[in-house]
Each structure stands twice: as structure tokens, then as C-alpha cells.
T-cell receptor
Framework: GDSVTQMEGPVTLSEEACLTI???????????LFWYVQYPGEGLQLLLKATKADDKGSNKGFEATYRKETTSFHLEKGSVQVSDSAVYFC???????????FGGGTRVLVKP | DGGITQSPKYLFRKEGQNVTLSCEQNLNHDAMYWYRQDPGQGLRLIYY???????QKGDIAEGYSVSREKKESFPLTVTSAQKNPTAFYLC?????????????FGPGTRLTVL
């Protein structure tokens, strides 16, 4: 079945540092790929998505590129802020039912 | 404002009792989903519904039940058969236009079994 693997956290950074969270997937067909963010005590919010190979999703300074050859969708940000502290989830969706398959989540803590 | 509401935010239950979690959306979305989140883990799909009066089991449906009598509502019942019900429960909806759809999440309900 489909699966998503992302790097385990926590990831601790200083403000203005670069962030990379690795995400790889296993899936048949051509899934869509998503990054969701969860702030403490809240539900998930879509951060960005890409629906086909070589697409780049971007939002709020975050970027991720759909790499079919390496089955990856790594999340990057060039300069993080304290407000970026959250848990980040990589996920994929196949056509049947639009069900999301999630990775385990990566907790990011940005210190001033 | 359009969105998804879940109530209550915190719920306590005694062992052996059934409990129902509410999920309402006013986004006019066709599809709705229930996920379970355990500490330090990703989300796992419990049930989903693509249309009124129809729903399918997800990966961990045992011990749960749902209904979809109205487009805007998708309540989840956690039954006494669920062996380990303490978790954070998240409801989501999507327009159901296909695999590219974004799912929109509610704020969640934290269930604790005493």
C-alpha cells in the first residue's frame, strides 16, 4: 500500500536558519503531494501542494518540489521564524476517494 | 465564515461508554473524513464519506461508527468496543473533485477515557 516517510524530529533551529524536512513516498500511480502544518492544540492547515511531477508548491516562504525520480517532496525554508514552530506533515493522495496517507510528522522548534 | 466545526474540544468518557463526536461543515463539500492522531504520530483514517448516505471504512474502523444523513454533518461514535480510544480526533472535508483536492480540517476533539 501507499506510505509516506519523513524525518523524525524534533528539529531545533535558531531564528533565520535554513530548514529542510525530508519526505519520501511509496505509491502506485501518480499521487498528489501535500505539506500540512499543525500548531499546538489545533487542527491541520494546508501549507502547500503539488499535483504532478516537477511541480513546485510554495507558500509563506516554504517550498517543495515533486520529484518523481526520487519519490521525494522535501520541504524547505530559507529563513525560519519563531512563529514557524509547529509539527509538519507530509501526505499523499490517490484518486480513489481522495484519501490522505500521512507521514509521522516532524516537530520543528525555532528559538529566538 | 465558512469552515469546519468540531465539538466539544475536550471530552471525557468512562470506560464502557459510547460517545459521539460532532463534525459540521458549511463549505458545501461532498466528501468528509475522520482521522485519529496519537501523540507523536501521524494521522490515521477511520472512516470517510464521499456522498450523503454512503461511507467507507478507513484503515482503523474497528470500534467506531459513523452516519452521513446530511451533507454538512458527519458524526463519529466511539463505541465501547474501541480498545484504546484516548486520542485526538480530527474531521476534514474536501470538494471531492479528485486526487488534487485539498482537505480542510476542523480544530479537533481531544477524547480522554478515564
Amino acid at each position: 500500500g501507499d506510505s509516506v516517510t519523513q524525518m523524525e524530529g524534533p528539529v531545533t533551529l535558531s531564528e533565520e536558519a535554513c530548514l529542510t524536512i525530508n519526505c519520501t513516498y511509496t505509491a502506485t500511480g501518480y499521487p498528489s503531494l501535500f505539506w500540512y502544518v499543525q500548531y499546538p492544540g489545533e487542527g491541520l492547515q494546508l501549507l502547500l501542494k503539488a499535483t504532478k511531477a516537477d511541480d513546485k508548491g510554495s507558500n509563506k516562504g516554504f517550498e517543495a518540489t515533486y520529484r518523481k525520480e526520487t519519490t521525494s517532496f522535501h520541504l524547505e525554508k530559507g529563513s525560519v521564524q519563531v512563529s514557524d514552530s509547529a509539527v509538519y506533515f507530509c501526505a499523499l493522495s490517490q484518486a480513489a476517494g481522495n484519501k490522505l496517507t500521512f507521514g509521522g510528522g516532524t516537530r520543528v522548534l525555532v528559538k529566538p | 465564515d465558512g469552515g469546519i466545526t468540531q465539538s466539544p474540544k475536550y471530552l471525557f468518557r468512562k470506560e464502557g461508554q459510547n460517545v459521539t463526536l460532532s463534525c459540521e461543515q458549511n463549505l458545501n463539500h461532498d466528501a468528509m473524513y475522520w482521522y485519529r492522531q496519537d501523540p507523536g504520530q501521524g494521522l490515521r483514517l477511520i472512516y470517510y464519506s464521499q456522498i450523503v448516505n454512503d461511507f467507507q471504512k478507513g484503515d482503523i474502523a474497528e470500534g467506531y461508527s459513523v452516519s452521513r444523513e446530511k451533507k454538512e454533518s458527519f458524526p463519529l461514535t466511539v463505541t465501547s468496543a474501541q480498545k484504546n480510544p484516548t486520542a485526538f480526533y480530527l474531521c476534514a472535508s474536501s470538494p471531492q473533485r479528485g486526487r488534487t483536492d485539498t482537505q480542510y480540517f476542523g480544530p479537533g476533539t481531544r477524547l480522554t477515557v478515564l
